[in-house]
C-alpha cells in the first residue's frame, strides 16, 4: 500500500460503549486504532434506555464515575404490574448500593456519555489513531475469503488488519460481511423514549431520593397492554427516561403503535402523577435485537469480529443488561486483536479465541441461560397477563374496607380465585416461568 492509504492495525465500526471499550483495550497495547462513528460525534446517534451496567467499565477505568458524566446511581429497583385502573408492586432498596462500585448501575444520557467516553479513549490513542465522526461505513472490503477493510461513504476506503463491527442493532455491515441475516420481525424489539425534564428537588421528593440517589422502575401488564416486553422510569439528575419496548411483531398483531403505548403508560393513574409538570425535551427509538443465544449469528470470520448489538448480545431478563454485556465483549474483542496482532495472524482460526472468551464469561452463560425466556413468554401470555391481573384484583378485594367480617372477605377471595384460575395449571405454568426466567 503506498503512502496515502489509510491503513490501522484495526478499525472499529461504531462509537457505542461496545466498540470504544474495544479501542480502549487495543489503544492501551499501542496498537494503531481507528473508530469511524456515523453520528457527528460519539453518543449523537446512539441510544439506550437509560440504565449503565458497570463492572467493565470500572475495571477498564477504575471509579470511573469520578469523572464520567453519570446521572444517579441506581439504589433502588422496583417492577410494577399494572392493570387498568391499579398497581402491584416489589421494591428492592438498599444502601448497599449507596457507595463504591454503587452496584454497577447508574443511570445516564448517551449522548454526554459516549461523548466523554470517546474523549477519554482518544486520550490514550497514540498518534496514529483517530475517533472518526460523521460518515458512514458502507461496505466492507475482501481480498479473497479475508476481510481488510472498509468502504465508507465520504472518505473512501480505509484499511485494517482487523474489523471490529459495533454498529448496533441494524448491522447492514455483518449482513455484507456474510455474518448474520437480515433478522426477522419476531427477532427484533422497537422501543420509544422520552427524556422528561423535571427540577431534581422535584424528582427526590417524588421518588424519596437524595443527592444523586436513582431508582429504575420496570412496568409490566397494561403497562404495555398487555404485549410482551416492558415499560420504565429511570431517574436522572434533573430529568427523567421514560419509556415502553415490545416484539415488532406484537405491535403488529395489536394494530398499534409505539407512541400510542406509551402515551397511555403516560396516562396511567399510577405513572402521570410522577411526570406530572414535566416537559417533554427528547424523544427517540431504537431497536433492540432478541433473537437470543440460539440464534447468534457467526460472531467471527478471517479479518472480523462482532460485538455488543451487533453480536445480539443481550440477555432477555429482567435484568435487561445488555450494556455490561456489549462492553464486554468491546474487551475481550480487542484482547484477541491483541493477541492476533503479536501472532501477525488475523485468520478466523486465531480470532475464535474470541469466542472462547466469551464461552467463558457471564456473556454466554446468561445468554445461554435466558435463551428461552423470550420464546415462553410469547407462548405463554397468560403468565404476564391472566395470572398476575386476577392477583391483583384479589389483593385490591381483601384490602376493601367494608362492614362485612374478614372472614367472609378472605372466603369470598379464596373462592374468586378458586373459580378464576386453574390452579394445577397455574402451578405448571409458573415452574415452567421459573426455569426460563430467573
Known amino acids: 500500500m503506498d503512502e496515502e492509504t489509510l491503513k490501522f492495525d484495526a478499525i472499529v465500526v461504531g462509537g457505542g460503549p461496545s466498540g470504544m471499550c474495544a479501542a480502549y483495550t487495543m489503544a492501551k497495547a499501542g496498537m494503531d486504532v481507528a473508530v469511524i462513528e456515523r453520528g457527528e460525534y460519539p453518543g449523537s446517534k446512539n441510544l439506550f434506555g437509560g440504565i449503565l451496567f458497570t463492572t467493565i ?30 398497581q402491584l408492586a416489589v421494591e428492592l432498596k438498599t444502601e448497599q448500593y449507596n457507595k463504591p462500585p454503587y452496584n454497577n448501575t447508574f443511570t445516564v444520557l448517551r449522548s454526554k456519555f459516549d461523548r466523554w467516553f470517546s474523549e477519554k479513549t482518544e486520550s490514550i490513542f497514540n498518534e496514529n489513531s483517530f475517533v472518526f465522526s460523521g460518515f ?27 474489523i471490529i463491527c459495533a454498529e448496533g442493532a441494524n448491522s ?49 401488564g397494561k403497562a404495555v397492554e398487555g404485549m410482551v416486553g416492558g415499560a420504565f422510569i429511570y431517574t436522572n439528575k434533573e430529568s427523567l427516561s421514560v419509556g415502553i419496548s415490545c416484539s415488532i411483531v406484537d405491535f403488529t398483531h395489536k394494530n398499534i403503535n409505539p407512541n400510542e403505548v406509551l402515551d397511555k403508560f403516560k396516562e396511567h393513574p399510577s405513572v ?6 414535566g416537559e417533554t425535551i427528547e424523544y427517540s427509538a431504537h431497536m433492540i435485537p432478541e433473537f437470543g443465544y440460539d440464534k447468534l449469528p457467526d460472531l467471527v470470520s478471517h479479518g472480523i469480529m462482532l460485538v455488543g448489538d451487533s453480536a445480539g448480545f443481550v440477555n432477555t431478563s429482567h ?33 475464535s479465541l474470541y469466542k472462547e472468551k466469551l464461552n467463558d464469561s457471564f456473556v454466554m452463560k ?61 402451578m405448571w405454568d409458573m415452574n415452567k416461568a421459573r426455569k426460563v426466567l430467573l
Open 57 to 86: 467499565l470500572n475495571k477498564l477505568i477504575p471509579n470511573f464515575w469520578e469523572e464520567a458524566p453519570v446521572e444517579r446511581n441506581v439504589i433502588s429497583r422496583k417492577f410494577s404490574y399494572l392493570t387498568e385502573d391499579s
Open 136 to 162: 458512514t461505513v458502507i461496505d466492507v472490503i475482501k481480498e479473497g475469503h479475508k476481510i481488510i477493510g472498509v468502504v465508507t461513504d465520504k472518505e473512501g476506503p480505509m484499511y485494517a488488519d482487523v
Open 172 to 220: 447492514l455491515l455483518a449482513e455484507k460481511a456474510g455474518l448474520k441475516k437480515k433478522p426477522e420481525p419476531h427477532d427484533m424489539v422497537t422501543g420509544v423514549k422520552e427524556v422528561i425534564a423535571l427540577p431534581s428537588e422535584i424528582i427526590n421528593d417524588r421518588f424519596a431520593l437524595a443527592g444523586n440517589e436513582g431508582v429504575a422502575i420496570e412496568f409490566f
Open 272 to 277: 402521570k402523577n410522577l411526570l406530572r409538570g
Open 319 to 351: 435484568y435487561h443488561e445488555g450494556s455490561n454485556l456489549a462492553m464486554a465483549s468491546g474487551v475481550m474483542a480487542g484482547e484477541t486483536a491483541i493477541i492476533a496482532k503479536q501472532k501477525g495472524d488475523f485468520s478466523a482460526e486465531t480470532l
Open 366 to 426: 446468561d445468554m445461554k441461560n435466558f435463551r428461552r425466556a423470550a420464546k415462553f413468554l410469547h407462548a405463554n401470555p397468560q403468565v404476564l397477563n391472566d395470572y398476575p391481573t386476577t392477583m391483583v384484583q384479589s389483593m385490591v378485594d381483601y384490602f376493601t374496607i367494608s362492614e362485612r367480617s374478614k372472614v367472609e372477605i378472605r372466603k369470598d377471595v379464596i373462592g374468586g380465585l378458586i373459580m378464576d384460575v386453574k390452579f394445577i395449571k397455574m
